[in-house]
T-cell receptor, first 114, second 107 residues
Framework: NAGVTQTPKFRVLKTGQSMTLLCAQD?????MYWYRQDPGMGLRLIHY???????AKGEVPDGYNVSRLKKQNFLLGLESAAPSQTSVYFC?????????????FGPGTRLTVL | GQSLEQPSEVTAVEGAIVQINCTYQ??????LSWYQQHDGGAPTFLSY????GLEETGRFSSFLSRSDSYGYLLLQELQMKDSASYFC????????FGTGTRLQVFP
């Protein structure tokens, strides 16, 4: 039982390049989330999904797109990377939302945009 | 909008008790969660309060007062390994995290 895994762990991009971050969970969770965390800051929600085939915007969705084609996977795309997107990206999953949704986090992807 | 305010940093010595406060302003509130994050690591769940009152889990306890829009995390018998950042989070259909409190435990 691997929990939540993220690929890649580290990446360096040049401004304007694109990339996709992959998140996978093996806990059969319905909800999945993408966060970014900047140095000394809390986590900010980018996008989330409440089930296969669904996506919704979080607090800071601009410049990112997501897809949830399979229940166990949640992809985060950067179409044209900018230095402001340098951050640590965390994926998380949970059974559900509302009254109780303990989130399980992946190890993070450290992205640098030059 | 939603905001959760926490002190930026707290220091304490081993064996002591420390309280980390969280005040929130939210539109829609189901409960308050607490997460721990060590440097370079991922957040991990500590506790959740759906109702007013105290929830105890070992050395950690969490308190919620809905009428005051306030909660706290209480850490007892502090250990060096408790040095980490602690985040409160407002449960709605997603988590909105507070700004975090960095706890440093000294010998």
């Amino acid at each position: 039982n691997a929990g939540v895994t993220q690929t890649p762990k580290f990446r360096v991009l040049k401004t304007g390049q694109s990339m996709t971050l992959l998140c996978a969970q093996d806990m059969n969770h319905e909800y999945m989330y993408w966060y970014r965390q900047d140095p000394g800051m809390g986590l900010r929600l980018i996008h989330y999904s409440v089930g296969e085939g669904t996506t919704a915007k979080g607090e800071v969705p601009d410049g990112y797109n997501v897809s949830r084609l399979k229940k166990q996977n949640f992809l985060l795309g950067l179409e044209s990377a900018a230095p402001s997107q340098t951050s640590v990206y965390f994926c998380a999953s949970s059974w559900g939302g509302s009254s109780y949704n303990e989130q399980f986090f992946g190890p993070g992807t450290r992205l640098t945009v030059l | 909008g939603q905001s959760l305010e926490q002190p930026s940093e707290v220091t304490a010595v081993e064996g002591a008790i420390v309280q980390i406060n969280c005040t929130y302003q939210t539109s829609g509130f189901y409960g308050l969660s607490w997460y721990q994050q060590h440097d370079g690591g991922a957040p991990t769940f500590l506790s959740y309060n759906a109702l007013d009152g105290l929830e105890e889990t070992g050395r950690f306890s969490s308190f919620l007062s809905r009428s005051d829009s306030y909660g706290y995390l209480l850490l007892q018998e502090l250990q060096m390994k408790d040095s980490a950042s602690y985040f409160c989070a407002n449960n709605t259909d997603k988590l909105i995290f507070g700004t975090g409190t960095r706890l440093q435990v000294f010998p």
